[in-house]
């Protein structure tokens, strides 16, 4: 279904990464957590807030772009916009901010995302049907008791472990392949404390077949971006990270974390869509991939991700990911800050992060001669995915 | 009239007492006769299918809940056991009755009751509020006292402020245009499946246009309810009366769509990709809706009690405007401001007058009497949230074993009350 795309693939760059500390409980509005990952991000660009003409974030974020913007003393904005279905637009930030930048709409984009998502409102509460069309259709789900993100992902898992043979061990390959690499991060919440596939079978049941190590921590954090074009880049501190490929996907029968409907279930088509548009802006293949930053908030969307993105055939994951191949020295490492599951719960921009410092040579778990990181953002709901390449 | 008052009052709070019997209370109120007056008076009021009330036929077991009430009122109990009361708390009201029926008082006969009211205790936030309560038995008996039958009142004084919003147990989806035929059909029994007019092709979950044509127009199928699980989960959390964890599963109807439901009636460790299930549908309550619910095609195709019985009663709709709340109350004598005075009411925290409960009682008992003549042994009538005057109440029964009726009560803002009935020699269980 995905055709021609004309993405400026190589045209912009992230220039600055920020983020505060990752807590439970951060003792500050989330405004301030915003602003701080903002000025964490200019300092690192090399740039003032009078820089800042265009500002992004997600559509769940409690921080308006004016309060962001008048807190730091930003002189006008002249983009912002924000990206919907919660963790899914994490990397969509980042296209809306290129195609902004190329368009000339704005000059520096700031990406922004920060919660007291643990000390606050927690998302794995149950969903409350609200009076959206969507509000309405979560209640097909919410009124039998299928109320919360894990219990969502665990039909699909199910049935995807039901048709394939996969098991519970296989998704606690992934949990373990982060926690290790959350181990040897300071930032990581789980720092020095990696798990051993004997302690993820034998932690409590969320939702059969979920266990409780199966679901991404929970966090209090901001993380922010700064975006602006390839030639501007070339001025600031840093080695830029070049945009090579970003898009967005929501296939047929989509639902918000429950297109149940679809012929199949086992399956994340719209991460497909996404990976499709990917490899044709950036000319790349899943090989060219140095490392990746797969959306963990469920360990098995992690192993449907590497089969729709074509890193294996469908149904394949499981041995794909046998033998330490997600791990640091791997065939393929994932999420080498400890993602999800070991760093941080926001909404996967400081995912984004890591690619950056993976990309730069400043990362605590570094690849060697790291050139091509991709990244992706929340699935079961509809997705987005970002190449970032070294290369212009 | 009160012919013997005691009240044990060695442990009130402020007295420091420790380890002493609580208060507790007992008096015998001769009532004289209930007479044919009384009877019509009562059932005109409330607008009850009753036989035309004469001298000697017996009084019916319906009115016995306001007898016990007005016993209480004559015996003057309430002040003794919970003070004066004032500001703080509401009213006392009775939240709870139950009836165990044994012989017959006849119309014309004097009337015996024999009150006994067990400690007043704090009362713990329910579906009517919280405060303190007290357990009441009331022994009603004819000439002689030969035979008696027990009501057993449970009565709140509810610490004042806003009357109780009321919580369902279940998640309640919300019902909107697009909606409300499907949630509509399962309140009569039916598992509907949208249908395109156009080209026919069925969908689940319903919106307002076919994805396969783009048609708007559309009707409905009834679908056979039975399918086949095609994937689930097994949640460790609570929801409604489900003992947990309980499963959601992925249903795939015979017709070719897919709808999620819970799987009841089988242990969730047995339950499998594959297995064959069948719709039964869990019946409405005053705070929740009617919902389909799948069990084992195999198995005995029972909902687990705790869950109700699939097999419902034709609803009525009864209308209360405020005389009739009044009336209902004031002729069961039954004199409390909160069923008759709306500044009361107010001041209690209550957007209107309040139905009274033997009042309910007896609408539930009409309610029942068309549907099963058989005797009444037992009938237990619970307050949900208020039912407040100016409403439409809305009586639904199922038959929820051989010889019980469940029936649920509720209006639109969410008031009601649950009772169960237990009949011998009931017509359907012969």
Known sequence: MTSSTSFPTGKTAIVGIGATEFSKQSGRSELQLAIEATQHALRDAG???????????????????????RSLGMQGLRFFTRTPYGGGGTCATIMLASLAVNAGLADYVVCYRAFNERSGNRFGAPAVPVATSQGINMGWYTTF???????FIAMVARRYMHEYGATSEDFGRVAVACRKHAATNPNAWFYEKPITIEEHQASRWIVDPLHLLDCCQESDGGVAVVVTSAERARDLPHRPVHIAGAAQGAAAGQEAMTSYARDDIACLPEMAMVGRQLWAQSGMAPSDIDCAILYDHFTPFVLLQLEELGFCARGEARHFIAGGNIEHGGKLPINLHGGQLGEAYIHGMNGLNEAVRQIRGTAVNQVEDCRNVLVTAGTGVPTSGVVLRADA | MAEELTLNDSSRPDSGGDGAAPVTGSVVVDMGPVTAFDIARWSAALGLDLDPPRDGMAVPAAFLPALACAACEQGGLLPRLFGAGGEGVAPPQVIRIRTHLSGEIAVGQPVRVSLSAGPVEDYEESAVGAGRAVRIAAGISGDGGASSSIVELTILQRNAGPAPTGRSRWPQPLVANDNRFWWDGVDRGLLLIQRCKECGTLRHPPGPSCPACGSLSWDTVTASGRGTVHSFTINHSRLGDLPSPYVVGLIALD????IVSNIVGIDPADVRIGMEVEVRFRPAN??????PLFVPADGDGILPACLGAETGLEPVD????????????????????LHRDPAAARAAGYAATVLD???????????LRRHDPGRIEMFEV?????????TVLTIRGSRSGAHDFAITASTPLGGGFEAQFSIRDS????
């Open chain 2, 318 to 337: 009864i209308e209360l405007p405020a005389a009739r709340v009044a009336g209902a109350a004031v002729a069961g004598n039954n004199l409390s401001p």
């Open chain 1, 145 to 151: 008791g299928l109320a919360t993100p894990a219990s």
């Open chain 2, 427 to 430: 017509e359907t269980s012969k």
């Open chain 2, 357 to 367: 409960l033997a009042s309910a009682a007896a609408f539930a008992h009409d309610y």
């Open chain 2, 382 to 390: 619970a307050a949900g949230r208020p039912v407040l005057a100016d």
């Open chain 2, 286 to 291: 005053s705070l929740e809706r009617a919902m």
């Open chain 2, 255 to 258: 017709e070719g769509v897919r």
């Open chain 1, 47 to 69: 740039l003032k807030p009078s820089d800042i003409d265009g500002l992004v974030t997600f559509m769940s974020d409690t921080s308006s772009e004016i309060d962001v913007a």
